[in-house]
């Protein structure tokens, strides 16, 4: 059985970092892309950012561009999502996803999802 657990959020003021962390188990991701998504509350879950297993390739929602970071240990099967320069609309609930195809999407359509972890800025 897969497992996504999330953890490292918090509250931060704004200007602030957080670093989030997810650790899978029950199969090996290291050839399949990895992913961070947030809900904020009456808003639809968006995608963040990815990374890809074959070649380490990253993508970003613009709005994060520059700001955050994310990085995969595949001998630690775990996903990383560094993020600096915190703002009061990054406030969400952080999702971290799984897929079972080699291409990213940043749609939903992931195969994997954690429970996710509060991520809370305020001004």
Request: with cysteine; net charge positive; aromatic share 12%.
């Amino acid at each position: 059985q897969v497992q996504l657990v999330e953890s490292g959020g918090g509250s931060v003021q704004a200007g602030g970092s957080l670093r989030l962390s997810c650790a899978a188990s029950g199969r090996t991701f290291s050839n399949y892309p990895l992913g961070w998504f947030r809900q904020a509350p009456g808003k639809e879950r968006e995608f963040v950012a990815a990374i890809t297993g074959h070649d380490g390739s990253t993508y970003y929602k613009d709005s994060v561009k520059g700001r955050f970071t994310i990085s995969r240990d595949s001998a630690k099967n775990t996903v990383y999502l560094q993020m600096n320069s915190l703002k009061p609309e990054d406030t969400a609930v952080y999702y971290c996803a799984a897929r079972n195809r080699m291409t990213i999407t940043t749609t939903t359509l992931w195969d994997y999802w954690g429970q996710g972890t509060q991520v809370t800025v305020s001004s």
